[in-house]
């Protein structure tokens, strides 16, 4: 079946006590294990894999890479071979290059991003088990984030000059890695150019995202709650820990998400995303937004563009 | 308007022409945002992004936390470049906002769009 879902993100931060606070605290991630390099792996209550978060210290903020689950050892093996068919250069990273991972396919999307795939990563469990389990934990701190839910990345897009890695990155995860388009906003004469992108493989309308920018970039990881009242306690929880709240809750026309941004403290935009927003499936028509409403598509109450939401980013 | 004690020192920008009051247990960016006055891009407001960096060209400031070495090198630090978000005043400053938004999608497209 190839690509299950969003594995891991793997995020640079620039002061690592206040990062995994801000983890901890705000987002109620559990640290699971440290690395002799300094890398920090936190996991959400309600993963069973490890690890959904690493933290990496260094002098910048942004990605490193992100990660996406594969049902099977030989998907690996698979998508190899289709990703270096499509002229893409590929890396069989062994087991153990990550601890607690099986091996990895390693590989830069058209934008540059570096992504990687994987079947193993080792089992601990959700905090309420699978044996009679109650339906959330008594320990939840912060937002209580449930799980990692989608990233968003900046891709290059410049119409003078003809460049547009959302295109190319649509069309290469469309090719290759079976992934399905739910929405896109589409600009320029005729709405010519495809300036954003959002695609499926499971059945929430996104488990990534592609927008245009001047260079390449990360946006946000996004969480996953389960309501619009668990995106209000977030917010509580970002005012009591003095959190930078990028975007107040609000919903976006786009995916039909109820949302919240803020910032970690690096400035790595995090988001807490509530609602199924629709099924999504492959047969469902491809949503479009124009121009002239892409305010409404981004933030749907209000349709101002905020200059810090779309042009600020790590 | 509410009473804010703090000893305060001015901060001017000068592509605006604007002055506000910052407290030294502040950044220079917080204390703008406080007031609510624009001058300076905001983004993250954590030292990752970039968007505020400013050219120090008069006076004295400490450091709050780590600045993005993909944003301010560590020689453009030595000549009084930072982030406005990870310096607060010592002294009265005087500053240049170099850094600026960049524009994905907007803007590129006005050409074409209108055309
Ligand atoms: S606002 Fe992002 S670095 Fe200052």
């Not at chain 1, 936190?42 to 690493?54: G, M, N, P, R, T």
């Not at chain 1, 570096?114 to 389990?133: C, Q």
């Amino acid at each position: 079946m190839g690509i299950m879902r969003i594995g891991h993100a793997s995020l640079r931060v620039m002061d690592m006590a206040a990062a995994l606070k801000h983890y901890e605290k705000v987002l109620g991630m559990k640290k699971t294990m440290e690395d002799k390099h300094g890398n920090v792996y936190l996991k959400c209550w309600d993963e069973w894999d490890k690890f959904s978060v690493i933290l990496t210290p260094s002098d910048q903020a942004g990605l490193n890479h992100v990660a996406y689950k594969v049902e099977k050892d030989s998907d690996l093996d698979e998508l190899k071979k289709k990703v270096e068919a499509y002229g893409i250069k590929t890396a069989m990273l062994e087991e153990g290059t990550l601890p607690s991972m099986g091996r990895m396919l390693q590989f830069n999307l058209p934008s540059g991003h570096e992504m990687r795939l994987y079947a193993m990563k080792e089992y601990v469990g959700t905090e309420v088990g699978i044996d009679n389990p109650d339906p959330w934990p008594d320990n939840i701190t912060g937002a209580g984030a449930h799980w990692l839910d989608h990233c968003l990345l900046m891709c290059e897009l410049n119409p003078e000059t003809g460049i547009n890695k959302v295109a190319e990155n649509t069309k290469f995860m469309t090719d290759v890695l079976d992934f399905f388009l739910t929405e896109q906003v589409v600009v320029g004469p005729n709405g010519a150019i495809q300036a954003a992108t959002w695609m499926a493989r499971t059945t929430t309308p996104h488990d990534i995202a592609f927008v245009g920018g001047p260079r390449m970039g990360l946006h946000h990881i996004a969480f996953f709650l389960d309501s619009w009242n668990d995106i209000l306690k977030s917010a509580d929880v970002m005012a009591k820990t003095k959190t930078r709240i990028d975007v107040a809750p609000t919903r976006h026309g786009i995916t039909r998400g109820e949302t919240i941004y803020f910032f970690d403290p690096s400035g790595n935009r995090n988001e807490t995303f509530a609602g199924l927003g629709y099924l999504a499936q492959r047969d469902r028509p491809v949503t479009t937004w124009d121009e002239s409403h892409l305010g409404s598509g981004i933030f749907y109450h209000t349709g101002d563009l905020v200059p810090s939401f779309t042009e600020v980013y790590t | 308007m509410f009473l804010d004690t703090r000893p305060k020192v001015p901060v001017h920008v000068t592509q605006t022409d604007e002055t506000f009051p910052c407290a030294h247990d502040e950044s220079l960016l917080q204390g703008m945002l406080r007031l609510g006055r624009k001058g300076i891009p905001v983004g993250c407001v954590n030292g990752g992004c970039g968007v505020c960096k400013v050219h120090i060209l008069e006076g004295q400031t400490h450091p709050l936390g780590p600045v993005s070495r993909a944003h301010v090198s560590a020689e453009e630090e030595t000549q009084g470049f930072t982030l406005a978000c990870r310096v607060a005043p010592v002294t009265a400053i005087r500053l240049e906002v170099t850094g600026k938004f960049e524009k994905p999608f907007r803007k590129g497209f006005a050409a074409t769009a209108n055309a």
